[in-house]
Each structure stands twice: as C-alpha cells, then as structure tokens.
C-alpha cells in the first residue's frame, strides 16, 4: 500500500488506487484519457467506468484529508467526455 503525506498528516492509500496516482504523476500536465488508465492499471482485465471513478474520487479525498486544504481535491481536474 502506498502513503499520501501533507500537512495534516499521512493517508493509507489502496494499491489500485496509487496505481491511477502513479500513471496521473507520470504524465503530469497532460490529458489522461479514461482508456489509458484503465489500460495501464487494469491490463486485460474488463473493468468499468465506476471502479475509476471511485479511485479518482479516493484520491481526491486523500488529497484534502493529508493537505487539511479542501481546495487540494482540484489537484486532479476531470475533464467532460466531449471536451477531449
């Protein structure tokens, strides 16, 4: 399991969900598609739509719970299916 560490201290975090982390932080600044994380944390298996949003959703909720900032949670923007 890996650790997200801040301010106001350090969140346990599952390993599925440092996994969509981990590809989000290795293509920092960039447009991540569904499909790319999906592929990339879930590779030959059939996963839906929901387990990624529930990951994004955690890590949003780890952000803000380490930082102690509720604003920490815009770390990572989700963009609408038409915008990309």
């Not at 380490?66 to 920490?72: F, I, V, Y």
Request: charged share 30%; aromatic share 4%; hydrophobic share 40%.
């Amino acid at each position: 399991n890996g650790q997200i560490g801040g301010r106001s201290g350090v969140e346990p975090v599952d390993p599925k969900v440092m996994d969509v982390l981990l590809v989000l932080v290795s293509r920092s600044g960039e447009l991540v598609s569904r499909e790319l994380l999906l592929d990339s944390v879930w590779p030959d298996r059939v996963v839906t739509d929901d387990v990624l949003s529930r990951c994004i959703y955690q890590l949003r909720r780890h952000f803000v719970a380490a930082s102690g900032d509720p604003d920490a949670r815009r770390l990572i923007e989700t963009l609408p299916r038409d915008a990309a």
